[in-house]
């Protein structure tokens, strides 16, 4: 079969793509911007790229066009799809009647945490000897890509709550139909296509639903919103982590901790990990593994050589004495509990924290109460506030002296340099590219 992906460089698709082509279909897709790294990981797998959404793409006459969420009506390309009705379908349900509906898929859901935790989960499934399928909406460093499939019956997938296509508004996690799903936690966010936090709950409520009585529903037990989901109903075995009832995480030495279940030590995951946000994604990983079959040794075997994600506190540099980090977070939550993360292994040392708030959400403004709190413990604070339709610096006003805000990502450079000193963390927080910052930072600062 020949596919023709529409929105082929975000990373779901290019994971999809990926997959497809693994699979033995011709694989050829556009999207807006065709750029590294994802054009040429996908040009290396014989996969066409094409940029744009030229109508003239039609000719290629593919079986089937796969439908990105990035893709509106009014895309030329679109629009000439449907005048011809060719035939169409979105990502995930090209991605659950191809390759899901003949696995036993482990979905990793939550407002925070998604991709860490499902590269935890792959790997320690690789270490268990089961060699899954996966498709990460990240860079996970112990595999050398995203996505891949196998002969395996077992695939591990971010089932993310996002919308699915501008045909379809369900999450896109209610296509997986997982046999084992971990519910991490659940907050407010995506105000561009959610109006409340029970919206998102409903959401939730559609992937219990799919979910069978033989499965297994590995659930945070200290969130309160999932519980509120659960209640609405479920059919399917609970086991829950981070509470001293289920999994729980012992005694610390730095990094290190105990694993607990239901109180009985089961061995020490020994990385180098920070916060305990990853301690409870450890959790609800060896939780799920155990149920495709993992023994709980095996899997804190494999936690300890668990190597983490790109842009998850990811040492960039250090010059002069000041090191640089990249980090995904956007969200106030994430915010927070990355600078603890960083904290806990820097001691009283300055935290610079370098703040772009670019998600759909933060660009509204929707959280931008709940920013400076999430701010509170770092030294310093650089806000990039290019392209934020709300007054940064009135809801940052609470930092005081602590704030830098600037709408010129050069100046905020210097600014960052001029402040920073021997010793210092610069922790640079933002879910885009961010005009390049890491490398034009070091570069002046070791200048």
Not at 64 to 89: K, S, W
Not at 303 to 313: A, D, H, M, P
Not at 358 to 384: E, H, I, Q
């Amino acid at each position: 079969m020949h596919i023709h992906i529409l929105g082929i460089c975000g990373t779901f698709m290019g994971g999809i793509a990926v997959i497809a082509r693994q699979a033995g279909h011709r694989v050829t897709g556009c999207d807006a911007n065709v750029y590294p790294p994802m054009s040429t990981q996908l040009e290396a797998q014989g996969i066409e790229l094409i940029e744009g959404w030229d109508p003239e793409q039609i000719a290629l006459k593919p079986d089937l066009f796969v439908v990105g969420n990035v893709v509106t009506r009014g895309n030329p390309l679109m629009e000439a799809i449907l005048d011809e009705a060719l035939p169409y379908v979105s990502g995930p349900q090209w991605l659950y009647e191809n390759v899901l509906r003949h696995k036993w898929v482990l979905a990793v859901a939550g407002t925070h945490g998604k991709t860490t935790t499902t590269s935890m989960l792959a790997w320690v499934l690789e270490h268990g000897g089961l060699n899954p399928g996966f498709l990460i909406g990240g860079v996970p460093m112990n595999f050398d890509a995203s996505a891949r499939l196998t002969p395996s019956p077992f695939f591990v997938i971010e089932a993310d709550e996002y919308d699915t296509a501008f045909f379809d508004k369900r999450s896109k996690f209610v296509h997986y139909h997982p046999r084992t799903a971990i519910l991490n936690n659940l907050e407010f966010d995506h105000a561009d296509i959610f109006d409340d936090l029970r919206a998102i709950e409903t959401q939730f409520h559609h992937l219990i639903r799919t979910i069978p009585r033989n499965g297994r529903i590995v659930v945070n037990g200290g969130a309160v919103s999932i519980e509120r989901v659960l209640t609405r109903g479920c059919w399917t075995p609970i086991e829950r982590f981070a509470t001293p009832s289920g999994w729980s995480a012992g005694a610390l030495d730095g990094a290190h901790f105990e694993v607990l279940f239901e109180g009985k030590a089961q061995g020490t995951v020994r990385w180098e990990l920070l916060g305990a946000h990853n301690r409870d994604n450890a959790l609800a990983t060896i939780a799920a593994a155990r149920h495709a079959g993992v023994p709980t040794a095996a899997a804190i075997d494999g936690l300890s050589t668990f190597r983490n994600v790109k842009r998850r506190l990811e040492l960039r540099g250090t010059q002069r004495g000041i090191t640089v980090y990249d980090d995904f977070a956007h969200h106030p939550t994430a915010i927070e509990t990355t600078i603890a993360g960083l904290r806990s292994k820097v001691g009283k040392a300055r935290i610079l924290a370098v703040l772009e708030p670019r998600s759909n959400t933060m660009k509204m403004g929707v959280m931008k109460d709940s920013l400076a709190p999430s701010l509170a413990d770092a030294d310093l604070v650089f806000c990039y506030t290019g392209g934020v339709g709300w007054d940064a610096k009135s809801a940052l006003a609470p930092l005081r002296a602590k704030l830098t805000c600037d709408d010129n990502l050069d100046r905020l450079i210097t600014a960052i340099c001029r402040s920073a000193r021997s010793g210092d963390h610069v922790l640079i927080m933002s879910n885009g590219g961010f005009g390049g910052i890491h490398d034009k930072l070091l570069t002046q600062l070791r200048g």
